[in-house]
């Protein structure tokens, strides 16, 4: 299967001077580990040594960081950075991070976060024009409000049993915030659809 462009050589080239590559990953979603197999034939393919597993399997070692005892010498990292404070291993990723060579740095974390695009969406943020390519082009997200979780929930638990005359924008703003009440631990302070 050919990628568009160059895909598999592009992600091959960022790991060409690394034998050990870690590949971590929120392990609790099937469509995440699908992504990440994939990854993994992709260096095995080219002669790497990979091992797959969460960002909470980092650990430092005598001679650097290991997943699940094994030696790494780079790491990519797909996984919500809103996530990172809540690890168990986050000192770890303190001393570790910073050197360890990652496609998707810690570093890139404020161009990854969904939370920008609640921001650019409040006032004083963007010119108009910049606030339009964003209302056009980015998912309509928009921070959560712990406030309003009982009545998300109420809401949740009557879906579906009465007609829904709300137009689709407000029926999308309702499922965002529904998403957030039910997720919001883990989703971090806002939530795109």
Not at 100 to 115: A, C, E, I
Request: hydrophobic share 40%; proline share 7%; glycine share 8%.
């Amino acid at each position: 299967m050919g990628w568009a462009a160059n895909l598999r050589e592009r992600f091959l080239a960022v790991f060409e001077r690394y034998e050990s590559v870690a590949l971590l990953y929120a392990t609790a979603f099937s469509e995440d580990l699908q992504h990440m197999l994939m990854l993994e034939r992709w260096l095995t393919g080219a002669g790497h040594r990979t091992v797959l597993g969460s960002v909470a399997h980092l650990t430092r070692g005598w001679r650097g960081p290991k997943v699940f005892g094994t030696p790494i010498d780079a790491a990519f990292r797909f996984y919500p950075g809103e996530w990172m404070p809540k690890l168990p291993n986050l000192d770890t990723w303190r001393r570790v991070g910073p050197s360890l060579p990652m496609m998707n740095p810690l570093g890139h974390l404020v161009r990854q976060s969904k939370t920008m695009f609640a921001l650019w969406r409040e006032d004083g943020y963007l010119s108009p024009e910049d606030r339009d390519v964003v209302e056009r082009h980015c998912p309509l997200t928009m921070a959560f409000d712990p406030a309003s979780a009982a009545d998300l929930t109420a809401e949740r638990e009557h879906q579906g049993r009465l007609p829904d005359h709300r137009s689709r924008a407000e029926r999308q703003d309702c499922a965002a915030a529904r998403s957030a009440a039910v997720f919001g631990q883990h989703a971090g302070p806002a939530l795109s659809v």
